[in-house]
């Protein structure tokens, strides 16, 4: 049995996925947002309530959460959404594109988000609370974390893995087999041929260790 929906964020990301909801044919209920309603055509007939909190009017039973709040490198806004809102019993629906293409045999846990034109193949695993965008590839048998966001065009050759917080930017890739450390940061168009260590940000042509802060859970 499906649930309406309660959508978290009302920027361009949370807009996508309203469109993305309603081409399913799903009932949104409300925009959680600070400030005034959002001003786009995408969010007509939703009713919008500005403060975090105000999702607790809703019966936890009764309505599943999407995570409208984008992903941005070493932003922890959107894992922190999830994470106090899963702790207080809430539960994230996952979401895809009529428009991708996913494998019968792989794997998405709780919240993820597969955008047009993704393509997810056989024996992935995708972690909890992850983007995967639009027209992104993630070939067979990788395995990601948690709030990974593989960016638009960002193409994951067969067997990669990846920990928890892991942004890989737009137009990178990754070769097969390689191991991605968590709190990792892959800039747009870096092309990653060897192991990348924790907490380390990779330009195109270069890698800088220990830069980027860890996520504290």
Same mark, same amino acid.
């Given at each position: 049995?499906?649930?309406?929906?309660?959508?978290?964020?009302?920027?361009?990301h949370?807009?996508?996925?309203?469109?993305?909801?309603?081409?399913?044919?799903?009932?949104?209920?409300?925009?959680?947002?600070?400030?005034?309603?959002?001003?786009?055509?995408?969010?007509?007939?939703?009713?919008?309530?500005?403060?975090?909190?105000?999702?607790?009017?809703?019966?936890?039973?009764?309505?599943?959460?999407?995570?409208?709040?984008?992903?941005?490198?070493?932003?922890?806004?959107?894992?922190?959404?999830?994470?106090?809102?899963?702790?207080?019993?809430y539960?994230?629906?996952?979401?895809?594109?009529?428009?991708?293409?996913v494998?019968?045999?792989?794997?998405?846990?709780?919240?993820?988000?597969?955008? +047009?034109?993704?393509? $997810?193949? =056989? @024996?992935?695993? %995708?972690?909890?609370?992850?983007?995967? !965008? &639009?027209?992104?590839?993630?070939?067979?048998?990788?395995?990601?974390?948690?709030?990974?966001?593989?960016?638009?065009?960002?193409?994951?050759?067969?067997?990669?893995?990846?920990?928890?917080?892991v942004?890989?930017?737009?137009?990178?890739?990754?070769?097969?087999?390689?191991?991605?450390? +968590?709190?990792?940061? $892959?800039? =747009? @168009?870096?092309? %990653?041929?060897?192991?990348?260590?924790? !907490? &380390?940000?990779?330009?195109?042509?270069?890698?800088?260790?220990?830069?980027?802060?860890?996520?504290?859970?």
């Amino acid at each position: 049995m499906t649930k309406p929906l309660v959508i978290i964020g009302s920027g361009g990301h949370a807009a996508v996925l309203v469109d993305m909801l309603r081409q399913n044919k799903r009932e949104v209920l409300a925009l959680i947002s600070p400030g005034e309603p959002p001003i786009n055509g995408v969010f007509n007939g939703i009713a919008h309530f500005c403060r975090d909190d105000d999702v607790l009017n809703f019966d936890k039973k009764a309505i599943s959460l999407i995570n409208g709040v984008g992903s941005l490198p070493g932003c922890r806004l959107r894992a922190n959404l999830y994470k106090y809102f899963v702790e207080l019993g809430y539960e994230f629906e996952t979401v895809i594109s009529k428009h991708a293409i996913v494998s019968d045999y792989a794997t998405l846990e709780k919240g993820v988000q597969v955008m +047009a034109g993704a393509i $997810i193949q =056989a @024996g992935v695993n %995708i972690g909890a609370n992850s983007i995967i !965008n &639009t027209g992104a590839i993630v070939d067979h048998n990788s395995r990601l974390g948690r709030n990974n966001h593989i960016a638009p065009g960002a193409v994951l050759n067969g067997q990669v893995t990846s920990k928890d917080n892991v942004h890989c930017g737009t137009g990178a890739s990754i070769i097969q087999s390689i191991n991605i450390g +968590a709190n990792v940061v $892959i800039g =747009a @168009g870096a092309t %990653i041929t060897k192991g990348v260590e924790d !907490n &380390t940000l990779c330009f195109p042509a270069s890698i800088t260790k220990k830069v980027v802060k860890s996520y504290e859970e």
